[in-house]
């Protein structure tokens, strides 16, 4: 964790459970405005024919992507503050470091193929299967967490960002190595090479593949350009205690207001069907604004009546980011279409395919991750 007063430390560690329940919930809301949107035959136009109110979701909240790179930043903050930890004990750094991230991101995860593979025999089983056929090959890359580079399981959907995360976290050390364990030189060194290899990857790209979207390079060069992202929390990290200094209660509701129009930003860019790399540089210029944010949740004072849902919020991110698409789709397989009522009205259909979904997360989700946590946290402290 930052240096800082405890109590300082305590706003950050908050602000930043509170922050990872809201990224999820965010992602939550757009997949849920796409499922919608394509069951009621709009996902071509998003938005056509389903009046204003509908509308105005897809143009605020129909961007999902962007909160994930908020999940990238904290990552990076987060696993640099307990690298930095690692560092100090040096012996057995490496170990503790790859069973530390290992024990983190795969057993939920593996949990969620499962619960995935239970529901598509399930739903086949009734007539009302998944619209993507079931694929061993895909299941099987998803398993070996190469499933952002060959392709993801639709009910998996958010699982794309784990192979960024994977990738991010074999390298990190790798470079921390490579700079003498000096990390701002390994910053500089790990941007510089993953931004001009994806520029190299793209070239290839363009000029061998046509610019074709299914190639595989295209993912290749989005993961390698995406640690600029996570490089921007593992930087805030290493340098937090000068950086947070810097930033005042004003200056920091400034940023937030900066992360919030950058968000927007990015939504009406999506409704304007803009290019990937353009959301690749809005999301570089919004990264300043998010530095400063991160950097005055020091300043935040969490009211002690929200403590606990702080808490609640941060076991909830990680389920309720792998679950919700899955029990989107399944929702959407066995509830039937309606032709008239609440259900047969998009709106009406998003806010009860949202309630169920929610609930379906935290009553599946939450039990999982104490269980799963507390076996880790047994695990650590064996090794």
Known sequence: MPGGTPHERENTRLSIDLMRGGFALMVML????????ARFGSDSNPGAGHGTLLKLL??????????VGGFFILSGLCIQWSVLAGLRKREGFLTSYFIARATRIYPLYLVAILIYVTIHVGIQAIGSPFEEPFSTAKLVSHIFMLQGVTGVIRPLGPAWSLTYECFY???WPLLLIAAAYRSNRALILGAFGCVMSAVTVGAVWKLSYHGSPDSVLVPVAMIL???????????????????ARQISTRMACLATAGVAGAYLFQAWLQTRNAHQWVFLAAGVGSLPF?????????????????TGLAHFAGLLSYP?????????????RI?????????????????ASFVAVLLACIAVGVPLEVAILRWRRGMLRAG
């Open 169 to 171: 976290y074999l390298i």
């Open 290 to 306: 998010w530095v400063a944010m991160l950097s005055g949740t020091r300043l935040w004072a969490i009211p002690r009546r929200l």
């Open 320 to 332: 309720l980011y792998l679950l919700h698409r899955l029990f989107i789709e399944t929702f959407d």
């Open 30 to 37: 757009a997949h849920g405005i796409e499922v919608t949107l």
């Open 58 to 67: 897809v143009a605020t909240l129909g961007r999902g992507a962007f909160w």
């Open 335 to 351: 509830v039937p279409v309606a032709k008239e009522g609440f259900l047969s009205q998009p709106f009406g259909y998003f806010t």
């Open 225 to 243: 350009f995406g640690f600029t992202t996570w490089a921007a929390g593992a930087w805030l990290a290493t340098n937090w205690d000068s950086v």
